[in-house]
């Protein structure tokens, strides 16, 4: 076994390697950017070396700063993580020929894997069943277009060398296609470097089920049984689990079996995950399953494997790439369920449009029974805009599907950050969505219930809650006639007191039908709604500071503050201008001065994280001024066009 591992990454993969190193006597070296320098990966690891300033091309992504950090700790091997080098060829292949180790298969591995059209040129060879498409070299938009119009649309255009659901476009209609095409391509090369592409088929009503393969040195494969990553947005896994739901013994066999078969193929070593696009239409079929890609790493979502089958993957891992073998395939089972949902800084009510900045409250359900946190970051610290905004993966095992998706519920509402914005409470209502608890689940599902799905306003029980709170605070936000008194309240039963309190740029009132007291009930209505806040009601749900309180619940943080004098004034003046939600890169301007545009319609397009975000007009107007160009770079908050009515305009 080594002695000394390298752990190529960052955050909670990261974290989650040096874990069980740590468990194994091995002893871990991190690697950092300077924007990384106080991350908790660096802290804990037994040696750290820096390899450079924040942007990923200047740090994490430097084979050879990564590779003389090796050397100059001693390190043995490298593991690679997710992203970033984890399946890099070129790197691999530096690394074997440094003589260290690298914790993954073979270069020539990746590459079979690396690019999806070989990859299912090689897998039709093999014999495992591959989705219709269009595969071949020729990338001239028109022959793609042509391709597309053969398959017949819906048509999914995939960046030969994507992944993680980047340079992935869904086009319903020829017509859509070459624009498509083209931001496909370029969000591609900006991702990969290659914006090559393939053409498949879009299967209706699709799902995504994963089978987890492990091969040794000895070319023995064998696989741990599937995940189902159904629920995704725009390509991207919100939740996964294992086993998948509706999994019948003869699809098992028959899905395990492929992957297998695909992994063997290209003399596979180390951890792997089959991809499979399935037919959901009906019941799981033995026929009814195309490969997809193979991710030739650890999976984001490897802790659902391991909560059903007991075993420690990164373990099994490193045993593996220091010359052990694989278990014996009978000897592994599948016992309960496991959920995977992930936590992500991201604004659902905004688009998703990531939310960077200080995590001055991280409340994370660690030690809940049945609940495991893998997580990158901790209270203090930051959301940083140069990588993944993720902050913890929230896993939950139980007997049975809805015990698992039970705790889950009950870890997001134990879970408190702010004030980086979180997709906490959509994570809960996918959870109790009635189609994902009885198992009724597609990659459609989030894109259709969309509406449903993100939470829209504060629950009535928290702006209660928010009130209560205040009263304390409030002033004249209060109505003082007949109880507010210099030194308390005085009771009058004829009347209510009722408080204002402002929350997302609206103005709430909550009457209280008696002073709330230590220890007693009050019902409070809000509207046309009514809540009975009971003695004690809130404790450890409700945090104040000298402008207002934050209240978190099911996975939201909510924030209600004094009503302020200008607030109208303010909220008019937002209505007009359109501002950026995060740091980033304008790629394209579509309006000019004097435009009249249409609610919804798109101004601009800005790229952020690897990743294009349309913004849109807030609504109906004339563009009044415009403060950007494409190519420029712009912060968060920055004025970006400002929106007049028509009359203003005219005028």
């Known amino acids: 076994m080594f002695k000394t591992l390298l752990v190529a990454n960052r955050g909670e993969i990261a974290r989650r390697v040096m874990r069980t190193a740590t468990r194994m006597g091995i002893k871990t070296v991190a690697v950092y950017s300077e924007a990384d320098a106080e991350a908790p990966h660096v802290k804990e690891a037994d040696a750290a070396v820096l390899l450079g300033p924040a942007p990923s091309s200047e740090s994490y992504l430097r084979a050879d700063k990564i590779l003389a950090a090796a050397k100059q700790t001693g390190a043995e091997a490298i593991h690679p993580g997710y992203g970033f080098l984890s399946e890099n060829a070129e790197f691999a292949r530096a690394c074997a020929d440094a003589g260290i180790k690298f914790v993954g298969p073979s270069a020539a591995s990746i590459e079979a894997m690396g690019l999806k059209d070989r990859a299912k040129k090689l897998m039709e060879d093999a014999g495992v069943p591959v989705t219709p498409g269009y595969h071949g070299d020729n990338q001239d938009p028109d022959h793609l277009k042509n391709a597309a119009d053969a398959i017949g649309y819906p048509v999914l255009i995939k960046a030969v060398a994507g992944g993680g659901g980047k340079g992935m476009r869904k086009v319903e209609a020829a017509g859509d296609f070459l624009d498509a095409l083209d931001s496909c391509k370029r969000e591609a090369k900006s991702s990969f470097g290659n914006d090559e592409v393939l053409i498949e088929k879009f299967i209706e009503n699709p799902r995504h089920i994963e089978v987890q393969v492990f091969g040794d040195s000895r070319g023995r494969v064998i696989h741990l049984f599937e995940r189902d990553c159904s629920l995704q947005r725009r390509h991207q896994k919100v939740i996964e689990e294992a086993p998948a739901p509706g999994m019948t013994p003869n699809v098992r066999a028959a899905m395990?079996?492929?992957?297998?078969?695909?992994?063997?193929?290209?003399?596979?070593?180390?951890?792997?995950?089959?991809?499979?696009?399935?037919?959901?239409?009906?019941?799981l079929r033995e026929d009814g399953f195309f490969f997809m890609e193979m991710n030739t790493r650890l999976q984001v979502e490897h802790p659902v494997t391991e909560m059903v089958t007991g075993l420690d993957l990164v373990e099994l891992q490193l045993r593996v790439a220091s010359g052990g073998s694989v278990p014996e395939q009978d000897r592994i089972s599948l016992c309960g369920h496991a959920i995977e949902a992930r936590l992500y800084a991201e604004d659902p009510a905004n688009g998703f449009l990531p939310s960077i900045g200080a995590l001055d409250i991280l409340d994370l359900p660690y030690g809940l029974e049945g609940i495991r946190v893998d997580s990158g970051v901790k209270q203090g610290g930051e959301v940083s805009l140069h990588y993944d905004p993720m902050i913890a993966k929230i896993i939950t095992c139980g007997a049975t599907r809805d015990e698992a998706i039970g705790r889950a519920l009950a870890a997001l509402a134990s879970t408190r950050v702010y004030p980086v914005k979180t997709n906490g409470g959509f994570l809960a209502q996918c959870l109790r969505d009635d189609d994902f608890s009885s198992g009724n689940v597609s990659t459609g599902l989030i894109a259709e219930k969309s509406d449903s799905l993100i939470p829209s306003g504060a629950p009535v029980r928290d702006i209660a809650l928010a009130a209560q709170a205040l009263l304390g605070q409030a002033g004249g936000a209060v109505s003082r006639d007949p109880w507010a008194v210099a030194d308390g309240y005085r009771s009058n039963t004829a009347h209510r007191i009722e408080v204002r309190l402002d929350h997302d740029g609206s103005t709430l009132t909550a009457s209280f039908d008696r002073p709330p007291a230590?220890?007693?009930?009050?019902?409070?209505?809000?509207?046309?709604?009514?809540?009975?806040?009971?003695?004690?009601?809130?404790?450890?749900?409700?945090?104040?500071?000298?402008d207002g309180v934050i209240v978190f619940s099911d996975g939201r943080a909510n924030r209600f503050d004094l009503p302020r004098p200008d607030a109208a004034a303010d909220a008019a003046e937002a209505?007009?201008?359109?501002?950026?939600?995060?740091?980033?890169?304008?790629?394209s301007l579509n309006v000019a001065e004097g435009d009249t545009v249409s609610k919804g319609q798109k101004?601009?397009?800005?790229?952020?994280?690897?990743?294009?975000?349309?913004?849109?007009?807030?609504?109906?107007?004339v563009i009044a001024s415009v403060s950007i160009a494409a190519g420029d770079q712009v912060g968060?908050?920055?004025?970006?066009?400002?929106?007049?009515?028509?009359e203003e305009a005219a005028a």
Do not use: W
């Not at 007693?520 to 404790?539: I, P, Y």
């Not at 101004?603 to 107007?621: F, N, Q, S, T």
């Not at 968060?636 to 028509?646: F, H, R, S, V």
């Open 256 to 283: 395990c079996s492929a992957a297998v078969q695909a992994a063997k193929a290209v003399n596979y070593e180390g951890a792997g995950t089959v991809e499979f696009i399935v037919d959901g239409s009906g019941a």
């Open 575 to 587: 209505g007009g201008l359109v501002k950026a939600p995060m740091p980033g890169k304008v790629l």
């Open 518 to 546: 230590k220890g007693q009930a009050v019902t409070v209505a809000v509207g046309d709604d009514r809540v009975t806040l009971e003695g004690g009601t809130g404790a450890g749900r409700v945090v104040a500071d000298p």
């Open 603 to 621: 101004l601009l397009v800005l790229e952020a994280m690897k990743m294009e975000h349309a913004l849109a007009a807030p609504r109906d107007g």
């Open 636 to 646: 968060e908050g920055d004025a970006l066009i400002t929106l007049a009515d028509e």
